[in-house]
């Protein structure tokens, strides 16, 4: 805690220097801000400085990825975070503050994943566009579905990195991503309307990939990407589909199976396996293992962000052999000493995957990060014996 306590005033000193260097604005931009720039649908002193193309600056890059889908040409975007880096621990660089510096929108996860550094990068580009509250400020974290949020009303380190307003990976679920697509594209409608109609096709087109991926393009040309979302979320699409396939068998068609449809995705692939166990590293899947009824029995981490400790790698262990659980699910920016030791002790694969884009050549974009997710879990559960 020292350490970090000491790093966290190193950076704030540095946050002071750069913002002291900056020459483009008058005064600090927590003190110039008009206080009617704290209502964000307020674009009156919103400065795009390039009504061609805007500067958008991610703070991951999977919403970089996102943002890049639905801003397309009309984009300049970039990411703070790299796919191979630990989210919750990324330094406020200067050269982040020069990134953000000619930013005409922020886009964060929001739920305190950014805790430890948006303040400092923000505040150290002078940027008064991209201040919380402002247009050019947006959290896609709005109207997700969320998933362990504290019941209780004390929050504290004690109980390691616990997040108050639930837990920030939400973007490991393909719903959630549904809804942070929808609310990057009207902001960008609202600080670009002269390109709404472009927004909009890109929309369509992004949501239209993401469902066919999650449900396969058979099942989308059939119900529509919004009605197989609102038929799985009530728990419909599994009698859909047998109601749909007993109707034309009842219709005796030849060959047997013509006419039949199948779930298919990655909900297809990972249907066989719905009920299974797996251990994770840090509790950062639960939104994937929601998703696609997967059970995370325990996480090597005794508490969020508290590294493996021999006592609690023992439970864990003990719990794996009782329950015949054999995967261990982790990112690569973890230490792999705990995880094979529990390896060795329970004969358990460990399953190394990025959990952002770029973080493993396979994983370029959204999309693809998913596809290598879920083909990494789908070899691992068929290896199982």
């Known amino acids: 805690m020292k350490v970090r306590n000491n790093l966290a005033c190193l950076l704030i000193g540095i946050t002071s220097i750069i913002a002291i260097l900056l020459p483009c604005c008058p005064s600090h931009p927590l003190e110039a801000a008009p206080s009617e720039d704290s209502q964000p649908h307020n674009l009156k002193h919103h400065e795009h400085r390039n009504p061609g193309k805007m500067n958008i600056v991610t703070t991951t890059p999977d919403l970089d990825s996102i943002a890049e889908a ?26 982040y503050m020069m990134m953000a510096k000619k930013a005409d929108l922020w886009i964060r996860i929001g739920l305190e994943l950014e805790i430890g550094y948006e303040q400092l990068i923000i505040d150290g580009s002078r940027n008064r566009n991209i201040r919380f509250g402002t247009p050019g400020h947006l959290d896609v974290s709005e109207g997700v579905l969320l998933l362990e949020v504290p019941t209780t009303q004390k929050v504290d380190r004690s109980m390691g990195d616990i997040h108050p307003y639930g837990n920030p990976h939400i973007w490991l679920d393909p719903y959630n991503v549904r809804i942070m697509a ?18 909009d096709k890109n929309l369509s087109e ?3 990939k993401l469902d066919e991926a999650t449900f396969g393009p058979e099942i989308v040309a059939i119900l529509g990407g919004e009605r197989a979302w609102l038929m799985h979320l009530s728990g419909e699409l599994d009698f859909f589909i047998e109601e749909h396939n007993r109707k034309i068998e009842m219709e005796g068609n030849t060959p047997a199976e013509a006419g039949k449809i199948r779930l298919g995705g990655w909900m297809g692939k990972m249907n066989p396996y719905r009920g299974w166990k797996i251990v994770t590293y840090h509790r ?9 009824g997967i059970i995370v029995a325990d ?27 054999k995967i261990i699910l982790m990112e690569p920016y973890y230490s792999l000493r705990a995880p094979d ?5 329970t004969e358990a694969k460990v399953v ?29 559960f068929e290896s199982q014996p």
């Open 284 to 292: 950062s899947w639960s939104y994937l293992a929601n998703r696609f």
């Open 299 to 325: 996480e090597l981490e005794p508490k969020p962000g508290i590294p493996p400790s021999p006592g609690h790698v023992l439970e864990v262990i003990n719990k794996m052999k009782a329950e015949g659980i």
């Open 352 to 380: 190394m995957v990025a959990n952002s884009v770029g973080g493993e050549e396979k994983a370029q974009d959204y999309l693809s990060l998913m596809d290598n997710i879920i083909e990494k879990l789908v070899h691992a």
């Open 182 to 199: 929808k609310n990057v594209h009207r902001r960008l409608m609202m600080l670009s309307p002269e390109n709404s109609e472009y927004f």
């Open 70 to 95: 639905i801003a397309g040409e009309m984009g300049n975007v970039k990411s703070i975070a790299t796919g191979y880096q630990d989210p919750h621990f990324v330094e406020a660089k200067p050269s």
């Open 341 to 345: 030791l529990v390896s060795e002790k």
């Open 206 to 208: 992004f949501l239209r």
